[in-house]
């Protein structure tokens, strides 16, 4: 536009006129330019096509991700374990005597399971011994129980004296990544249970000996942190969990208003009994909600709030041997899958429940999992491309290429489309800032023809069409960089119901020009 006016001021210089000149130029320019095909309508990654062409919608979502959570780690734990000498008088111990030697057992919690052995993949032992005896002591601190690549965890050191007033005090952290832990205590026959031994002599190089004031002591103070599981076994005991959340369908965001009924949906819930437990799995919910309207529809049909019984996993040698499986189909046959989908929601929500050893602890304590393999229900939907549809509507925007600032009288925006797909469609065009506030609203509608069809039913030439869009003086001002047309295409199949097949290729063109006039003035 700017270089159009700087030829005409560069023409005018050579002119032998002396009085002041001024006319209306006629501007035409292509001002935006569109392409809407499914890749609008739908992510690419969830596009596929059938044997023959024809598109696919199909996406998957991993439902209760959650579940048994609660066994993939141990709570935060503390424990306190206190040693004293046992010796109601005061008395002096030689260098180099063992006078305290004691092995015992400390509870770890596993929350409501009865855990017998576990692999840690992370986490932290931390310590912190506290002497009040009045002399120089060598101490080693085992977890017979706990290994790290066959090493017994230990804390070693040399506590300087102390006392009742002004104790010896050290403290640290051993990092238990890796490590394994025997949690059936001294006994070998319990659960949750971490065995400990202190082994206690006074130090052979400090000469003055230990002096021993009744009943001194030697305190250990233990907190398991962030402990994360690898693996776990014992009984996990029997109970429910439940989850409820969401999913962004994100894949029907671009279908704003209007009717989609596809011939055909198939939705499948697939899961795995990864678990060494039996288990009874519930989907009791599913429902698709559109947020833009407020309005919500459950499915209704086979699997819905039924109850999968699921016979537990094998581990063989460290290989999880799945011995039980769901995989259920719910399509239009068995269920509301077309009223659900034809919703046009843009949220999923679901409930699931598990019920956890339903027959009690028929495995005597060896109920095992792996947290990288928990359970992990998955629903695919699968969405051929062959539908009817009655105001079908699809909104996209289109950024301004030309500046047709200064540009001072009127004009038309004329649009024309390339229909490539077989049905028709009409157009609303409106134009925003870029904080998104409308400027204009053309308020026209004008049919776009469908395009030609062969006798298989695919398109074999596309339709060509043109609509116009007046403009006034205070409206061209708007035709500016940073603002942007939104464009909504409205299809319909036609009202004899049949469904339309959309194949790879398809698409609709729009191009946006301006046919304006502009006064130019030279003195």
Same mark, same amino acid.
């Given at each position: ?125 931390? =310590? ?26 230990? +804390? ?82 029997? =109970? ?121 602890? +028929? ?114 001002? =708007? ?23 959309? =194949? ?20």
């Amino acid at each position: 536009m700017r270089q159009l006016l700087g030829v005409l001021l560069l023409i005018s210089l050579f002119s032998c006129r002396k009085e002041p000149t001024s006319w209306d130029v006629d501007l035409y320019a292509p001002i935006a330019f569109g392409r809407l095909d499914m890749s609008d309508l739908v992510a690419d990654s969830i596009l596929t096509y059938g044997d023959d062409g024809l598109l696919i919608i199909a996406a998957e979502f991993h439902l209760s991700g959650n579940l048994l959570d609660t066994l993939s780690s141990i709570p935060d734990t503390s424990v306190l374990k206190s040693f004293n000498t046992g010796v109601p008088i005061s008395i002096n111990v030689p260098p180099g005597i063992d006078f305290i030697t004691q092995t015992s057992d400390s509870k770890i919690s596993g929350g409501d399971a009865q855990l017998k052995f576990v692999r840690v993949k992370a986490g932290t032992l931390n =310590y912190e011994l506290r002497s009040y005896i009045n002399g120089e002591l060598d101490y080693s601190y085992f977890l017979p129980g706990a290994t790290i690549n066959g090493e017994v965890l230990s +804390i070693n050191g040399v506590a300087s004296p102390g006392n009742s007033l002004n104790p010896f005090l050290v403290s640290g952290s051993l990092d238990l990544s890796g490590s394994e832990i025997d949690l059936t205590g001294a006994s070998g026959l319990s659960f949750n249970r971490l065995t400990s031994s202190l082994n206690i002599n006074t130090t052979e190089s400090y000469s003055a000996g230990t002096q021993l004031l009744g009943y001194d002591s030697l305190n250990i103070d233990l907190s398991f942190e962030g402990i994360e599981l690898e693996y776990a076994r014992g009984y996990f005991g029997e =109970y429910d969990l439940s989850e409820s959340s969401s999913e962004d369908l994100s894949f029907m965001s671009n279908l704003i208003a209007g009717s989609f009924a596809p011939e055909a949906i198939a939705l499948n819930l697939r899961m795995e009994n990864t678990i060494g437990v039996d288990m009874q799995f519930t989907l009791e919910s599913l429902t698709a909600r559109n947020s833009n309207y407020g309005t919500e529809l459950d499915l209704i049909g086979a699997g819905i709030n039924q109850n999968f019984n699921l016979t537990r996993a094998f581990d063989q040698f460290g290989t999880v041997v799945v011995n039980d499986e769901i995989d259920l189909l719910i399509d239009q046959n068995n269920s509301n899958i077309i009223d659900f989908i034809s919703l046009l929601p843009n949220e999923l929500i679901y409930n699931s429940s598990i019920h956890i050893n339903p027959l009690g602890d +028929i495995s005597s304590g060896n109920d095992f999992l792996y947290t990288n393999q928990l359970l992990d229900p998955v629903l695919s939907i699968e969405i051929p491309m062959c539908f009817s549809a009655g105001g079908l509507t699809i909104r996209d925007t289109l950024a301004i290429e030309n500046d047709f600032e200064g540009v001072d009288i009127g004009g038309v925006i004329l649009v024309k489309t390339t229909n490539g797909f077989p049905f028709s469609a009409s157009v609303n065009l409106s134009l925003i800032n870029q904080d998104g506030e409308q400027l204009i609203d053309f308020n026209n509608q004008e049919i776009f023809t469908s395009a030609d069809v062969n006798s298989e039913g695919l398109v074999s030439i596309n339709a060509e069409s043109t609509s116009s869009f007046e403009l006034d003086e205070q409206q061209m001002a =708007y035709i500016t960089s940073g603002n942007q047309f939104v464009i909504e295409f409205v299809f319909d199949t036609g009202n004899n119901g049949l469904p339309v097949k959309i =194949y790879e290729g398809y698409y609709m063109d729009v191009s946006l020009s301006i046919d304006a006039k502009t006064t130019v003035e030279l003195e």
